[in-house]
Nanobody, 124 residues
Framework: QVQLVESGGGLVQTGGSLRLSCAASGRTFSDYAMGWFRQAPGKAREFVAY????????VLDDSVEGRFTISRDNANNMLYLQMNKLRPEDTAVYYC?????????????????WGQGTQVTVSS
């Protein structure tokens, strides 16, 4: 199994940037495809971004396309989410998630392991 720990959240003004990190430990990191999800108060957890095992395939939700970038460093067991041009509606707890096998990348239930989350707050 793999353990995931997110960091990098915080308070930022509209239009600002943050980079979230997810440190993985345990099983070989490249054995897992990775995703970022977020959950705002009173709302369901929603898909943000996906990256394949080697990093050669990425998918972003339409709501963050052109503003966010997902990347990974398999040599150092790290996953990243670069967030630019942040908006108040991006405010949420952000989670990284891992899965070993193919599935619908946007469905949270297809991921096997989750971090504890990191809070991102964007002020208007």
């Amino acid at each position: 199994q793999v353990q995931l720990v997110e960091s990098g959240g915080g308070l930022v003004q509209t239009g600002g940037s943050l980079r979230l990190s997810c440190a993985a430990s345990g099983r070989t990191f490249s054995d897992y495809a990775m995703g970022w999800f977020r959950q705002a108060p009173g709302k369901a957890r929603e898909f943000v971004a996906y990256i394949s095992w080697s990093g050669d395939h990425t998918v972003l939700d339409d709501s963050v396309e052109g503003r966010f970038t997902i990347s990974r460093d398999n040599a150092n067991n790290m996953l990243y989410l670069q967030m630019n041009k942040l908006r108040p509606e991006d405010t949420a707890v952000y989670y990284c998630a891992a899965r070993r096998f193919y599935g619908t990348y946007g469905r949270a239930e297809t991921y096997d392991y989750w971090g504890q989350g990191t809070q991102v707050t964007v002020s208007s």
